[in-house]
């Protein structure tokens, strides 16, 4: 059973920093995909960060470039987001979700969430002007 649990979230100003993390535990996720993803009231759910396990390979959503970094722990089983210059519309829950059966697959494709098989409960960012 695949559990994968957030944490780290919680109120910042504007211009600060919060670091997500993920604990992932059930199986060994070397050939898994993980990704974060966003919601913020009234709007649908939104691509972050993915990162490949095995590799680090790595891709980053448009609007969080340069202010965010997606990284794992290996031996931690867990994985990272790492906000910095956070602005007030980046308040949302912040989920991450793993994915199975990514062999062979570029980690462009991760991009939606219908890519992933196993989502943690989200933890809340709010971010104050």
């Known amino acids: 059973q695949v559990q994968l649990v957030e944490s780290g979230g919680g109120l910042v100003q504007a211009v600060g920093s919060l670091r997500l993390s993920c604990a992932a535990s059930?199986?060994?996720?070397?050939?898994?995909?993980m990704g974060w993803f966003r919601q913020a009231p009234g709007k649908e759910r939104e691509f972050v960060a993915v990162?490949?396990?095995?590799?680090?390979?790595?891709s980053t959503a448009d609007f969080v470039k340069g202010r965010f970094t997606i990284s794992r722990d290996n031996a931690k089983n867990t994985l990272y987001l790492q906000m910095n210059s956070l602005k007030p519309e980046d308040t949302a829950v912040y989920y991450c979700?793993?994915?199975?059966?990514?062999?062979?697959?570029?980690?462009?494709?991760?991009?939606?969430?219908?890519?992933?098989?196993?989502w943690g409960q989200g933890t809340q960012v709010t971010v104050s002007s």
């Open positions: 990162i490949k396990w095995i590799n680090g390979i790595r």
């Open positions: 979700a793993a994915a199975d059966s990514t062999l062979g697959k570029s980690v462009l494709i991760f991009r939606t969430p219908e890519q992933y098989d196993y």
């Open positions: 059930g199986r060994h996720f070397s050939n898994h995909v």
